[in-house]
């Protein structure tokens, strides 16, 4: 607490306060914008392949059924659901380009010479959409990473193909957090309710402006319970 470390002594508790709330701007605004353009990304292209969003729900009453509501013990026991989101982070990266690095040594990188001091960014979007690393690169298919050649692919950066939180020292430090914040989220609302587009139209799936690469519009659905009353 604050408290205990103004009592230590040498602890500033006005830059220690200042730090705790700088730590906490970073969690709240790189945490839930980035997290909810996801989920809704996930959301449009199940809406747009309804095949998969009844493979994913199918797979929720088999593990968990309908009598209770999904927690995060169960998440392990859904791998279609992971799948999925990896998917959508596959295709729609909150962080289209990692944070900048700067060269401090002449390279050669790509065919191209590199000076010294040169602002450099990885972009994950174009690697993520490489048609040398990934099959059909534009096309929905979250079985890609229940193949043997993709099911270790994780989010610590290990595999350079697969780069949604970064990699290396500079890697997002909550990436664990978010990836349990997604899974849970998006397994609640696919066992809790049908969804439908309004007069079954597809969803529009145009990108936006912003760092984070929204959609250009608004998702609008229609639910309907599919738990029994007293779940909700």
């Given amino acids: 607490t604050f408290n205990s ?9 006005f830059t220690t306060n200042l730090h705790c709330n700088e730590l906490f701007q970073v969690l709240v605004v790189a945490g839930t914008e980035s997290m909810a353009v996801t989920l809704e990304w996930a959301l449009s292209l199940l809406l747009n392949n309804p095949h998969l969003l009844k493979k994913a729900q199918d797979e929720l009453d088999c593990q968990v059924g309908k009598e209770r509501q999904v927690d995060e013990s169960d998440l392990s026991n859904l791998p279609y659901l992971q799948a999925i989101v990896k998917e959508t982070m596959r295709l729609h990266p909150t962080g289209p380009l990692l944070d900048p690095h700067e060269s401090t040594e002449p390279v050669q990188l790509g065919g191209f010479e590199v000076p010294v001091g040169s602002i450099l960014f990885v972009n994950v979007w174009k690697i993520h959409h490489d048609p040398t690393l990934w099959a059909d690169p534009e096309e929905f298919k979250p079985e ?3 193949s043997s050649r993709n099911e270790m692919t994780g989010f610590g950066g290990q595999d350079f193909a697969f780069l949604p939180f970064g990699s290396g020292r500079r890697i997002c430090v909550g990436r664990w957090m978010a990836m349990q914040v997604l899974h849970l989220t998006l397994a609640c609302l696919l066992q809790s309710f049908e969804w439908s587009t309004p007069m079954n139209e597809p969803v529009d799936m145009t990108v936006g402006h912003g760092l984070t690469l929204p959609k250009a519009t608004q998702l609008r659905v229609l639910l309907r319970p599919r738990l029994p009353p ?3």
């Fill in 230 to 232: 007293h779940l909700y």
């Fill in 5 to 13: 470390l103004a009592s230590v002594k040498g602890i500033d508790l």
């Fill in 144 to 146: 890609r990473f229940l």
